[in-house]
Each structure stands twice: as C-alpha cells, then as structure tokens.
C-alpha cells in the first residue's frame, strides 16, 4: 500500500471492499441457482449446455440398484454376483401392515422373521455389501391385506387421520434411525401413497423436517406413474423426484421393440417437464417387468394362481422392455437411476418365477448386466440408420 495516500482515499477503501465482496458473493452462487441452505445429494443438478433443466450427471453417477429380498441370512457368494452384475445399490423393502384402507393402524415390528426386512438383517446386509462395493436403500412400504391399493388409504374422521399419521411417524421414524445407523445413501419416504399426499400436505413436510433431524443422506418419495408423481406437493422438499415407473407402453401383447420406443415418448416427456419444473432429477424408485406376453400393457399386474398354472413365460418381451427402457429413458441427462424389482440371494428357490418380475436367471438379467456395466460411450445405441435411439424423433 502507498504510505503517502490521503485520510480521504484511506476513507473510501472500506466502500472498496465491502463491493468487492459483494461481487464476488453473487459469483460464488451455485449453477442451479440455489442456496446453501437447501442441502442433499440431489438437490443440486445444475443445467446443461442448452439450459434445458436438470443435469444429473454421467451414466457411471447414477443408481445402479436392484431390490434384494431374502427370507434367510445368505452367503457373500450373492453380494458378489450382484456387484458383478454391475449394481451399486441394494434396496431393502420393510412393511408396515394395515387390515385395511380405512383401517387407521400402522403396525410394524423391526423384529421380523424375513431377513432382509428386519432391521437385524438390514445391518448385517448394510455391513457386508459394504465389503463388495455395494451402497444400500431403504425402502419402507406399507401392505394392505387382502390386496387393497395403498393409494386409497383415506379416513372420514379427523381422529382417524391423526391415528394413522402418528403410527406412520413411529414407522419411519424407525426406518430414518436404522438408516443413519447404517449409512444408507437414501430413503424412501414412502410409496404409493397419492391419497395421504394429496390431502396432507402439511403433515408430510412435517415428517420431512423431523426425518432430516436424524437422518443425513437423501430423500425421495416413490409416487406412482398414475396420477401421482406430476402433483406431490412437497418434491421441493426432497432430493429427487421418486417414480415408481410401470408405465403402459402399449395396448398389445408381444409387441416390436419399436412400438415399445414409441410408448416411451410420451412418458419422457412428462417426466422431463417434471424434472425441470421441480428443477430435480428423476429416479425410478422402482422398475420390472414380468415375463409374460401383456407385460408391455399392464406392467403393473401380478401374476395370478391361474396364470402361475396355465400361461407359458415370455422371456423375450422382458428383455426387450428392459432394453427399451435402457435405450430411451437411461441416457437422459435429467436421470438419476433406477431400482429394479427385484433379485433373490442366490440358492433361493425359483420354481415359482418363471412369470414373476425378477430378471434373475432370465435372458434379462444378462441384458441388465451390460447395460449396468457399459461406459458412457458404449451406452448411447443407434439403429441401423445411425440415429440416436436415446432420443427418438417422430416416426
């Protein structure tokens, strides 16, 4: 500094600073726009080049999960063949159970028989799939006897909502402990449950709040395909846009791979305009399909005792949605991932699976492994024409 400046310039340099440092402050904001304040993984996608929205990141970034369902303690020999097969995530899926939709009670025990639903089990999964590379997901559902739709859960008397809130609270407030104890990247706040969340707005955002107190990863909620992810009222409150993804592709059964493309288009878009009005990414918090001829169509529907009995397995029509969905939707740069409904540990009996959803010794399960394993410059297919089938254009 020049020691022969005047008491009037030594007057002016404080102004100097406090500009400079208000300069530089609006240059350090975040690319998306946000504060510091609004934390968590996801909520900080950024634009892309063209500032067309959300930008998760690379292929390699995104959640490469499958749900593990195991009903017995099982070997290390399964963690490995599901790193081999290219996952990073294991989701675990806990239930709390209701008698009905407008029964009010919410009952869970973390002690459960099942092994990969008791909290037991979670912590002993969570600690040897750390050993293999493997993150973990928790999951919590609840079940409805007599297979009732949780997204009609709804109460006519306030008392009753209260009741249910509150033994839903205990439930994931359970869930949110184990998942910090454990060191799981994410949870998932709920499923299908469009009813409570379009009428309880205020109790969600609640919930949100109290789970943030005790638990530090990330958050998402997993809303149906049908009439439930375009109007949750709170994803501002989340770190990802949560979709559980069986949308129809089309009305006909066996249907072209082309005609499954096409199915997609409409389901992007959508899902893009979410993404970028909620400034978000899009996760699918979970994805299968049954290898049976309708599946395109009605990708929700269970197998029932008389299909189990008398309807032949259709191993191609679930691998080519799978490679339909890793063609179309895996690429898009507002992306975040998928879980994929579901895997067994290995040794576990599949006599009963040949219709089911799981990919597991199907050709599926091979087409999962290489797209799980590609790299971001064998990823993006093109058809014989050389265009990019990650973006289609009319037909």
Known sequence: MNANLSRADLSVTPLLFVLLFALLSLGCERVDGGSAADGGVGRTPGDDANGRGPVFGSSQERFRAVVLDARKEFGDSTLAALRELGATHLALVSFGFQ?????????????????????????????????????IILKPQIWLRGGAWTADIGFTREEDWLTWESGYLDYLMHT?????????????????????????????????TRVRTVYSGSLTYGANWHEDYVDVPFWDALDYVGVQAYFPLTERDSPSISEMRSGWRPHMNALERISQRENLPILFTEIGYRSIAYAAAEPWRWPTREE????????????????????????????????????????ARSDRRALDFTPQDKPAEGLIRRHFNATPDTRRPLDDHGRDLATPGDE
Do not use: C
């Open 308 to 347: 189990t009995a008398h309807s032949d397995p259709d191993y191609g029509i679930q691998a080519d949605l799978f490679e339909t969905f890793f063609e179309t939707i895996w690429p898009q740069p507002w992306f975040a991932g998928a879980i994929i409904w579901k895997m067994y540990p290995e040794g």
């Open 99 to 135: 008698e009905s939709a407008s029964s009010p009670e919410v009952r869970f025990s973390p002690d459960v028989r099942w092994y990969s639903e008791s909290a037991a089990g979670a912590r002993s999964i969570a600690g040897r799939a750390r050993a293999h590379g493997l993150g």
């Open 176 to 208: 949110a402990r184990l998942a910090e104890e454990i060191d799981a990247e994410l949870l998932i706040i709920g499923t299908e449950l469009s009813n409570p969340v379009q009428k309880r707005e205020s109790y969600w955002r609640d919930l949100i």
